[in-house]
């Protein structure tokens, strides 16, 4: 068995569709109580307003019910780790469709509970090894689902930055499954076995070329929380702006992740 097979990750089809829904639900809680002022405050999303936000976090659900309109592929091309990376291009149209929908829909709860309502009955109509169309390549729903959670952690995180004294909660398995997803995603980027990379409790990977680490303490470790981690990831915060601010600890000649982060935006 290949060391790259060795490190595939599983995810529970149940679990992780429970942890969509219930950090999806922890926004629509949020944003029910969000006045008008506050939907119209800036983001650190361009020239996204909080509105803009909301219909987007709304477009994590509803494509996968446009995915599934779509005809199947054929056959499997791509890995659960290859998504993060390959969704960068669809940056420009995501906001214009973003932008559109706040627009269309200014009740925007009435608009988040029809897009739970059909990712559910989606879910219980269609098995997880139905293939979609992603633009990663073909994969199955199961594993789409699990790109859902980051979706839903990094936006849910954008809310709680761009609304003073808002707490979003993480859901922990949604947390869970972003942290690690982008983890193997940074190993699937840069394949190896000279850096250990540690985001306790959720994740531990090894990456980067180099001399492979065997036992004992590693030569080369990183080692920081989820949340950095997704920020780090996501672009929302620098490489030296972590490390500066202790919210990162990197020992090593290998260790330095600046030039493979991030591994979206």
Same mark, same amino acid.
């Given at each position: 068995?290949?060391?790259?097979?060795k490190?595939?990750?599983?995810?529970?089809p149940?679990?992780?569709?429970?942890?969509?829904?219930?950090?999806?639900g922890?926004?629509r809680?949020?944003?029910?109580?969000?006045?008008?002022?506050?939907?119209?405050?800036?983001?650190?999303l361009?020239?996204?307003?909080?509105?803009?936000? +909301?219909?987007?976090?709304?477009?994590t /659900? %509803? &494509?996968?019910? !446009? *995915? #599934?309109d779509? =005809?199947?592929?054929?056959?499997?091309?791509?890995?659960?780790p290859?998504w993060?990376?390959?969704?960068?291009?669809?940056?420009?149209?995501?906001?214009?469709?973003?932008?559109?929908?706040?627009?269309?829909?200014?009740?925007?709860?009435?608009h988040?509970?029809?897009?739970?309502?059909?990712?559910?009955?989606?879910l219980?109509?269609?098995?997880?090894?139905?293939?979609?169309?992603?633009?990663?390549g073909?994969?199955?729903?199961?594993?789409?689902?699990?790109?859902?959670?980051?979706?839903?952690?990094?936006?849910?995180?954008?809310?709680?930055?761009?609304?003073?004294?808002?707490? +979003?909660?993480?859901?922990?398995?949604? /947390? %869970? &499954?972003a942290t !690690? *997803? #982008?983890?193997? =995603?940074?190993a699937?980027?840069?394949?190896?076995?000279?850096?250990?990379?540690?985001?306790?409790?959720y994740?531990v990977?090894?990456?980067v070329?180099?001399?492979?680490?065997?036992?004992?303490?590693?030569?080369?470790?990183?080692?920081?929380?989820?949340l950095?981690?997704?920020?780090?990831?996501?672009?929302?915060?620098?490489w030296?702006?972590?490390?500066?601010?202790?919210?990162?600890?990197?020992?090593?000649?290998?260790?330095?992740?600046g030039?493979?982060?991030?591994?979206?935006?």
């Amino acid at each position: 068995m290949s060391p790259a097979r060795k490190r595939a990750r599983t995810y529970d089809p149940v679990r992780t569709r429970a942890a969509v829904l219930a950090q999806f639900g922890a926004v629509r809680g949020a944003v029910r109580g969000l006045t008008d002022e506050q939907l119209a405050l800036p983001t650190r999303l361009g020239d996204w307003a909080v509105r803009d936000l +909301v219909a987007h976090i709304g477009m994590t /659900l %509803a &494509a996968v019910s !446009r *995915l #599934l309109d779509e =005809a199947e592929p054929v056959r499997q091309d791509a890995r659960l780790p290859d998504w993060p990376s390959a969704i960068a291009a669809d940056a420009p149209a995501i906001a214009r469709t973003a932008r559109n929908l706040a627009e269309r829909h200014p009740g925007l709860d009435a608009h988040l509970a029809d897009v739970e309502r059909r990712f559910t009955a989606d879910l219980d109509a269609h098995q997880g090894t139905r293939l979609l169309p992603t633009s990663a390549g073909a994969l199955p729903l199961a594993d789409y689902v699990v790109t859902r959670t980051v979706e839903l952690v990094v936006h849910t995180d954008d809310l709680n930055a761009a609304v003073p004294g808002l707490e +979003v909660p993480y859901d922990r398995q949604a /947390l %869970a &499954a972003a942290t !690690r *997803l #982008l983890a193997d =995603a940074l190993a699937a980027k840069a394949p190896g076995g000279s850096t250990e990379v540690r985001i306790p409790p959720y994740a531990v990977v090894q990456c980067v070329e180099g001399p492979r680490h065997t036992r004992g303490t590693p030569p080369n470790v990183v080692e920081t929380d989820p949340l950095t981690w997704i920020r780090l990831a996501t672009g929302r915060l620098a490489w030296p702006d972590a490390v500066a601010e202790a919210k990162v600890s990197a020992s090593g000649e290998r260790a330095d992740l600046g030039k493979l982060l991030p591994l979206m935006a």
